[in-house]
């Protein structure tokens, strides 16, 4: 009997990615994608995938693609993994686009959605980039894998890495949920808990790296885990017949889901897959407690400051800054788009009427969205009849205890 992911794997045989190398954000430098990189050397700047768009173009059917098997990798021409036999694949991808009635009505729109990633393995949006990091590291022959995570990344990377038989160590900080510890454990990998906060678990982790060669997963200090994020924004494209929403509203702590949406209306653009120019407004969503985008957006910056003693119940939203925030920053402006800080008190209430009036369970990370859209909707930011998508980033499940 043939199993599942043999079908999946010969089905891709034919063809694959058009990756064609690496590009510095910072400096345009670029590098071979055979070789294994983190960041540029030179400027200290995110790697972003580079493909042949061209090609893609006139080789590839958009329509062709919708008739493949569910998941992830059936956007394979734009991801970064050459041999298909290195796709590590769990289920990620091709998550429900949900309209919103109830919330809606009450809030007097009438085309309001959420992205639910709550579906995805491991219980959020982390997968989908865990999932291409992996695949990469798998078919650079890298062995061991390290990570600094607030929670769900931790469990993504564990649960890939025993997929793909990498070995993993794992940086969080003492009050993760313990549903995230646990997780991580039970899929094989060593957690080491942190007095502190995620940049806390990010300089222990770098200085094991360095020290005994252990690949570092840190977001956006490694070219690929944005490739798995950006397919968030290929599927919102395909769910509104080739067009894009007017309105994205998006939880902000690394910014790799939004970076990557961005950059993936860039190349169906070039490729001419969009039937319109249109492009969504995009919106980052931070905690009151740990708030670096919004305050370096709202004060003209191009960089964000370090945010001390950063607080919040939405521990992926506690992050102090972004090793990415120049890009996150150039897209929301690009994108005439804006940031908003919310209250915890605010989106446990959001949490809540999620809950209660659409039966999503969302994480708080994914309920500030909420909260950010009713500030919006009050400012006039947001007209009646547009076409907004929320974003919830993963299940409230994890932080029960």
């Not at 910072?26 to 400027?43: D, N, V």
């Not at 768009?53 to 956007?75: F, H, P, Q, T």
């Not at 959605?113 to 949006?125: L, M, Q």
């Not at 300089?203 to 690949?215: I, R, S």
Request: glycine letters at 8%; proline letters at 4%.
């Amino acid at each position: 009997m043939v199993s599942k992911l043999s079908i999946r794997e010969n089905e891709y045989i034919n063809t694959s990615s058009y990756l064609q190398g690496l590009d510095c954000s910072g400096c345009t430098k670029q590098y071979s994608h055979e070789q294994i990189h983190t960041y540029c050397p030179e400027c200290q700047s995110t790697l972003l995938v580079r493909y042949d768009l061209k090609s893609i173009s006139n080789r590839v059917d958009r329509a062709e693609i919708k008739m493949r098997s569910n998941g992830m990798w059936r956007w394979k021409e734009v991801l970064p993994v050459k041999d298909p036999v290195n796709f590590v694949y769990l289920g990620e991808g091709d998550t429900p686009l949900l309209r919103l009635h109830n919330l809606g009505k009450d809030l007097g729109l009438t085309n309001l959605y959420v992205k639910d990633e709550s579906i995805n393995p491991t219980g959020s949006f982390k997968a989908r980039g865990l999932a291409a990091a992996v695949s990469k590291a798998k078919e650079l022959g890298i062995e061991k894998v390290i990570i600094p995570t607030a929670g769900n990344a931790g469990g993504a990377m564990a649960a890939y890495a025993a997929r793909a038989n990498l070995k993993a160590l794992i940086y969080m900080p003492k009050d993760t949920p313990i549903a995230n510890i646990e997780e991580s454990r039970k899929m094989g990998a060593e957690v080491i808990l942190v007095d502190g906060l995620i940049s806390d678990a990010g300089g222990m982790a770098g200085e094991k790296a360095k020290a005994e060669g252990w690949f570092d997963l840190s977001t956006f200090k490694e070219p690929y885990r944005v490739e798995g994020k950006k397919i968030m924004g290929y599927e919102l494209a395909e769910s509104f017949n080739w067009s894009l929403p007017d309105v994205i509203i998006y939880p902000t702590g690394g910014g790799t889901g939004l970076v990557g949406m961005w950059k993936a209306f860039a190349e169906m653009e070039e490729m001419g897959w969009l039937r319109d120019s249109k492009k969504p407004r995009m919106v980052a969503v931070q905690a009151e407690g740990c708030a670096p985008v919004v305050k370096a957006f709202e004060e003209g910056l191009s960089y964000c400051d370090f945010w001390t003693d950063a607080q919040t119940v939405a521990s992926g939203l506690r992050v102090p800054k972004s090793f990415a925030d120049k890009i996150i920053l150039d897209d929301l402006r690009a994108s005439k788009g804006t940031a908003v800080a919310v209250s915890d008190q605010a989106l446990l209430s959001s949490q809540d009427k999620l809950g209660r009036l659409e039966g999503i369970f969302a994480a708080p990370e994914g309920a500030a969205t909420l909260t950010a859209l009713e500030k919006l909707i009050e400012e006039k930011w947001i007209q009646p009849d547009e076409q907004v998508v929320l974003f919830n980033t993963g299940t409230g499940l994890k932080y029960l205890n």
